[in-house]
């Protein structure tokens, strides 16, 4: 007989609706038996009793925006998160060059110009680093902060043409770099740096993995590249994932999955392909994003990181290939670029989705409604982007981070965190959806809140049906994959949802994580 295990004397939220109060759930073999009775196949005296004192269990929580990888790796790199000065940034760095020999690359990540107060420069880090190169990504991934030694290294000087899609930050008055780099010319710098090894790779999914079972994700969407990706099929070959991953295919890796006979839904319930990723444009922060009107105060219109006649034929090849298409859209420009892709592409049983989705314009509101297309959004950028997006998008925010707006439109939505962008906090993200308030009481759009229940929901069945698993996760109900998360208290009963914590992860029926 499989192993059993009951789950009991707790309040389970269980249905599709997560309306159905039931006290106990029974498992054998990770699946989900029995709701709300114990079956007289889990009464055997090998099974195993989780006692759930009385605390409030949910469908395990499904992450469906990371880079879970390369959040663990930077978990290993300087995090410059909330450092408030560029000269406390470059103390950071002076710390770790005091421990690196010279010459060696020295990474670190999540600075934000609007929180040092201005945009950094190379001579900032050469005051520190003068014999090692330094590469620091912005906060968004989009912008890499480098010193001159690192520029020197790849070959970047008062000559070098941006890349397409790129630009290098120049000084107006004699064309040197400025040592910031934007969007597809970060590869040039990226690219450089040492790449991790096989070990690398499984300590950070180690310290990411622990990570996550802390906040009550049992899976995540990753978009990560080959390496990363055959890391996680080693560890799911040795059964040391220890999280369900829906893996995200890199643009450039493509031709390589199509030529494997891979596509989107091929996988088992530890790991499953999924679309691949175009970057339409950048970011907000970065003023990269595309739009269709100017930033405010500016005449730039943002980045197009990939081209219509580039786009297209993709889009083609992938849903030829059985590969669906997720797309990085942030800028209502390019909101309506995917759109129109997406209204073009040929007809199939395929999911897409727009990843981001931050900034909607109203007239392109109509046109989602017949694509049913699924929203990968962020909550914690309400929070997080509250400032700069009225700042830059000024009387355009009413339809910035719409989430209740695009889900009447049509979407589906799943939620996300972006991390390392955001820590991947469910607990937070959801406070963020259903109060868009800022630590200083301010309400960002309160007509754009949605319920507990409705965020809740794109954290569960949202995910699943976005990696295509619905009939195998996102709710509590027999048959389904026993992943679990376990609450202080009940979050449709609390006015505080900030004030919950995780005390449990179950994850096929085996506790992974547990403060009980």
Request: charged letters at 25%; one cysteine or more.
């Amino acid at each position: 007989m499989q192993p059993a295990v009951i789950l009991t004397n707790g309040k389970i939220h269980a249905g599709a609706d997560l309306d159905e109060i039931v006290d106990s759930v029974s498992i054998i073999g990770g699946r989900i038996v029995e709701v709300g009775a114990l079956s007289q196949a889990s009464r055997s005296a090998q099974t195993e009793v989780v006692d759930l004192r009385g605390h409030t269990v949910l469908p395990g929580f499904i992450d469906s925006h990371t880079h879970f990888c390369k959040y663990g790796l930077n978990l290993s790199r300087i995090n410059l998160d909330g450092v408030t000065s560029v000269d406390k940034a470059v103390a950071s760095v002076h710390e770790t060059v005091a421990l690196t020999a010279p010459g060696d690359w020295i990474s670190g990540y999540n600075w934000d110009q609007h929180t040092l107060g201005r945009w950094p420069t190379r001579q900032d880090l050469d005051r520190v680093a003068p014999d090692n190169p330094v590469v620091l990504t912005r906060r968004d991934v989009h912008v890499v902060w480098a010193n001159s030694k690192a520029l020197e290294m790849v070959g970047i000087n008062g000559s070098t043409q941006d890349p397409p899609g790129g630009q290098i930050d120049r000084n107006p008055e004699d064309g040197t770099p400025t040592g910031i780099v934007r969007e597809t010319a970060i590869g040039l710098l990226l690219n450089a740096v040492p790449k991790p090894t096989r070990e690398d790779w499984i300590a950070a999914i180690e310290r990411a993995r622990a990570r996550f079972q802390s906040f009550g994700v049992t899976s995540v969407h990753t978009m990560e590249g080959l390496d990363e990706f055959a890391t996680l099929a080693y560890l799911r070959q040795r059964g040391e994932l220890g999280l369900r991953f829906h893996t995200l295919i890199a643009k450039p890796d493509l031709d390589r999955f199509i030529e494997g006979g891979l596509r989107t839904g091929f996988g088992d319930e530890w790991i499953r392909i999924g679309p691949v990723k175009v970057f339409l444009d950048g970011t907000l922060g970065s003023q990269t994003a595309e739009m269709i009107e100017p930033f405010e105060g500016t005449s730039t219109r943002g980045i197009v990181f990939s081209a219509d006649d580039e786009v297209g034929p993709l889009v083609k090849k992938s849903v030829k290939a059985g590969i669906s298409v997720a797309m990085h859209a942030i800028g209502d420009g390019a909101v309506r670029r995917a759109i129109g892709h997406f209204e073009q592409a040929p007809a199939s049983q395929l999911r897409h989705r727009i990843e981001h989705v931050q900034l909607v314009h109203p007239d392109d509101l109509p046109r989602l409604r017949k694509l049913n297309l699924i929203g990968s959004v962020q909550p914690m950028f309400v929070i997080s982007d509250f400032d700069v997006a009225y700042k830059y998008w000024g009387p355009r925010t009413r339809y910035a981070y719409a989430f209740k707006t695009i889900r009447d439109s049509g979407m589906k939505l799943a939620f996300g965190s972006d991390c390392p962008v955001e820590i991947p906090s469910v607990i937070n993200a959801i406070d963020a959806a259903c109060n868009r308030c800022a630590p200083d009481g301010r309400i960002f759009h309160k007509e754009e809140r949605v319920s507990v229940r409705e965020a809740i929901q794109a954290f569960t069945i949202g995910g699943a049906y976005a990696s295509g698993e619905e009939h195998l996760k996102g709710s509590i109900e027999p048959g389904k994959l026993a992943d679990f998360t376990v609450l202080s208290e009940d979050p449709f009963k609390t006015s505080h949802i900030k004030g919950l914590e995780v005390v449990m992860t179950i994850l096929g029926g085996k506790t992974v994580y547990s403060r009980l």
